[in-house]
C-alpha cells in the first residue's frame, strides 16, 4: 500500500503562482512514475504532468511552459510549481502514483484561479 498526502492549493488571481507537493509513503518501489492530473467540473480527468524517478518528465500541452513538475526522491515528494495561472486551470489536482506494486491516487486538492 502507498498513502499519497496533498498540500498547497488554494484561491490565487489569474497570472499567480502556487506550488503543489504530494508526499507518499508505504510501500514505494525505487522505480515508479509520479504524476498530476486534474478534473474540472463537468470535464473528464485530464493529465497535468508526470515525472520518473529518474527524472524524464513530460507536460500537457495546456501547461507546458508554465508549470515545472519536480520530485525528491529522498523525501519520496513530487511538486507541481505553477506559474502564470489562468482561470481554466481552476480544478481538482489529484497526485497519481503508479509502479509495479500497483497504481494510487492522492485525495485531491483544490486550486482555484479568479479573473
Not at 509513503?25 to 525505487?30: A, D, H, L, M, T
Not at 525528491?72 to 486551470?89: I, R
Not at 497519481?96 to 506494486?101: A, D, H, M, Q, T
Amino acid at each position: 500500500q502507498v498513502q499519497l498526502v496533498e498540500s498547497g492549493g488554494g484561491l490565487v488571481q489569474a497570472g499567480g503562482s502556487l506550488r503543489l507537493s504530494c508526499a507518499a509513503s508505504g510501500s514505494i518501489f525505487s522505480f515508479n512514475t509520479m504524476a498530476w492530473y486534474r478534473q474540472a467540473p463537468g470535464k473528464q480527468r485530464e493529465l497535468v504532468a508526470t515525472i520518473t524517478s529518474g527524472g524524464s518528465t513530460n507536460y500537457a500541452d495546456s501547461v507546458n511552459g508554465r508549470f515545472t513538475i519536480s520530485r525528491d526522491n529522498a523525501k519520496n515528494t513530487v511538486y507541481l510549481q505553477m506559474n502564470s495561472l489562468k482561470p481554466e486551470d481552476t480544478a481538482v489536482y489529484s497526485c497519481y502514483y503508479g509502479s509495479v506494486g500497483g497504481i494510487y491516487w492522492g485525495q485531491g486538492t483544490q486550486v482555484t484561479v479568479s479573473s
